[in-house]
């Protein structure tokens, strides 16, 4: 199938000619649909936490922090190219000269370009912005209040301006303080002194575009002296990139490699997934994830950290049980008795469903069974209520041999032409807004090598365009989703405020991103 020029480029990406095979072969056998039992829910998998035993949990992550190696982990590869979808299109197809501003908005239908323009005043970019329109159009004084605003979005957006389009989104200004602009990776900083600091210490990790980086360390420069001053904090920060040897081959509608103009194999990122190895190249006795667009302005940071404390917390707590458990189950003198707390813990503390035939197991089988249902990574996931936003979402999900487990499922993973499992998802009370805190050792204190926990098979393909012509992509099973489908999860209730995704440039004005 492939020519020696594709295998010098297969192997120039760190990736094998079996491999890149063995990829073909999926799109050619197509990927399972996930199995969903039923929704998690509180009290079926989702933990509520009462106000006591959340300040209790927080009291506890404060009380051992500083004898814990503490790290965020923040992916930040992406640019800030879709938050501007609609003022793409309206720059390419929008004429001031032809009809109002009033007129095109109407036509269009679109509410992101109508709260565009009623905001602009508030959006932290928005002196920036009219100063280069200052220096790139002398006359925009005479310009008429349509002019103005076509000028000022394509000064925001052309390459040879300010080109926000193509800034990676953590470098976009996002809050506006008295003198100051702040971006999401300064923010990301401020909140880790709250929460993801000790010993007066934080440790930050991005995962960002290895042509951006040179920015972010202009940044971080930029921005160091005063955050360290503001939080009497120190800040280690470092960046990793999405490896090459994680991208898939992408294939025709007929499975067969797509090939670019030039006769070369086209090769795509393969999801956040791919970051699973950027995570298992990392060490730390907690660690904080979150996305790089998920922060607020300063006033509800507390609020938020609090909440991340808890989490932290109950991560903390169910460690040191497990560990416990773990040193027990190495103890000669282990009881029937002891395996039967165990087994119990197992079932009501970390959402394992135990075997029927558990009790049919010789108790040697039975010391072993448990030993491998708890020595795995933790993560403790905190999970909003559904307000009709787009993602993942916590369910109980059944695996081919009939094993049931708490998962974090993408609605494209998900078969909607099946009635049942229609059903389920409509039925789906909470979303996953990636507020993770994980433990990635062992009871001894070593890593877990975290490829040995990914489900392969739940990755999923989906279909792109490349020059104008159809093809298929790959992607790898995603980082919080069937990259930890084997992890012990605990999924959390956590508040609304925890959950402040930019994914338009209009949710910059939503409270939690505005100081007044």
Not at 330 to 340: G, H, K, Q, Y
Not at 386 to 395: C, D, L, M, S, T
């Amino acid at each position: 199938m492939f020519l020696e020029k594709d295998t010098i480029q297969i192997e120039n990406k760190g990736l094998s000619v079996d491999k890149v095979q063995e990829q073909i072969r999926l799109f050619k056998q197509g990927l399972p649909f996930v199995n969903l039992e039923s929704a998690a829910t509180c009290d079926n998998g989702i933990l509520r936490l009462s106000e006591l035993e959340r300040q209790g949990l927080i009291e506890l992550f404060d009380i051992r922090r500083n004898n814990n190696s503490i790290l965020k982990f923040v992916p930040a590869s992406g640019a800030a190219t879709r938050m501007f979808k609609s003022l793409f299109k309206f720059i390419e197809t929008y004429n001031p000269e032809k009809e109002t501003l009033n007129a095109y908005i109407n036509r269009e239908k679109d509410p992101t370009l109508n709260l565009f323009f009623v905001g602009l005043e508030k959006f932290p970019f928005y002196d920036e912005v009219k100063k280069q329109m200052e220096n790139h159009y002398r006359d925009f004084k005479s310009f008429s209040s349509d002019e103005h605003s076509f000028y000022f979005v394509k000064t925001m957006l052309d390459g040879d301006k300010l080109n926000y389009g193509f800034f990676p989104k953590g470098l976009l200004p996002f809050h506006q303080y008295k003198g100051h602009i702040a971006t999401a990776f300064e923010e990301h900083l401020f909140e880790a002194a709250l929460y993801a600091s000790s010993n007066q210490k934080a440790h930050l990790h991005f995962t960002i575009s290895e042509r951006y980086k040179h920015i972010f360390d202009d940044e971080f420069k930029r921005i160091q002296g005063i955050v360290e001053r503001k939080t009497n904090t120190k800040f280690q920060i470092s960046f990793s990139y999405q490896k090459e040897s994680t991208d898939t081959i992408a294939v025709t509608p007929e499975n067969e490699p797509f090939r670019l103009e030039d006769g070369s194999l086209l090769f795509r990122p393969s999801g956040h997934g791919a970051l699973l190895q950027n995570l298992n190249e990392l060490d730390a006795d907690i660690i904080f994830i979150k996305n790089i667009d998920n922060v607020v302005v300063y006033k509800y940071e507390q609020e938020v950290a609090n909440y991340k404390k808890a989490l932290a917390g109950l991560l903390v707590s169910l460690q040191n049980k497990t560990f416990d458990y773990l040193r027990q189950l190495e103890n000669e003198d282990i009881t029937e008795s002891n395996l039967v707390e165990i087994a119990e813990y197992l079932s009501n503390k970390l959402n394992t469903k135990i075997s029927s035939e558990f009790e049919k197991y010789s108790m040697k089988y039975q010391i072993e069974y448990l030993r491998t249902k708890l020595n795995r990574p933790i993560r403790v996931c905190g999970m909003v209520k559904n307000e009709g936003e787009p993602g993942g979402g916590p369910f109980w999900v059944k695996d081919e041999s009939g094993q049931v487990s708490l998962q974090i499922v993408e609605s494209a993973q998900i078969n909607k032409k099946d009635k049942r499992q229609k059903t389920i998802l409509k039925n789906a009370t909470h979303f996953n807004p990636v507020d993770l805190v994980c433990g990635i050792k062992d009871y001894k204190g070593n890593t877990f090598n975290l490829d040995a926990f990914v489900d392969p098979k739940t990755a999923f393909i989906t279909m792109k365009t490349k020059t104008g012509k159809e093809l298929k992509a790959l992607e790898l099973p995603g980082l919080w989703n069937g990259s930890m489908a084997n992890w012990n999860t605990i999924f959390v209730e956590v508040p609304l405020i925890t959950f402040n995704p930019v994914k338009t440039v209009t949710d910059l004005l939503k409270p939690t991103h505005q100081i007044k």
